[in-house]
């Protein structure tokens, strides 16, 4: 499975932005598909999920703020990112999950999100 990453960007607090990725390859259901987040001396993180079946899962610092949605048929995924803080910077990771598995089986390249105060 392949995962190619787009969005993200510089944006003032307050302000939003979208992560999209699409995943390619053999995929089957059911699989996960989600976002972390590495911020600088951090570890990796997540930030929200959603499976094939449409659970999602999310964050307690990202709840009522981040929005995560998939498309099955286009096998994509979504994060819709508004009213950003500062500690939302980080590079956020696209991710894949295998039916079955715990942790994700693959990643995508990362992009940056930056929030300024």
């Known amino acids: 499975v392949q995962l190619q990453a787009s969005g993200g960007g510089l944006v003032q607090a307050g302000g939003s932005l979208r992560l999209s990725c699409a995943a390619s390859?053999?995929?089957?259901?059911?699989?996960?598909m989600g976002w972390y987040r590495e911020a600088p001396g951090r570890q990796r993180e997540l930030v929200a999920s959603?499976?094939?079946?449409?659970?999602?899962t999310y964050a307690d610092f990202v709840k009522g703020r981040f929005t995560i949605s998939r498309d099955n048929a286009k096998n994509t995924v979504s994060l819709q990112m508004n009213s950003l803080k500062p500690e939302d910077t980080a590079v956020y990771y696209c991710s894949f999950r295998r039916g079955g598995s715990r942790w994700p089986d693959y990643w995508g390249q990362g992009t940056q999100v930056t929030v300024s105060s």
């Open positions: 959603v499976s094939s079946g449409g659970i999602t």
């Open positions: 390859g053999r995929i089957f259901r059911p699989n996960g």
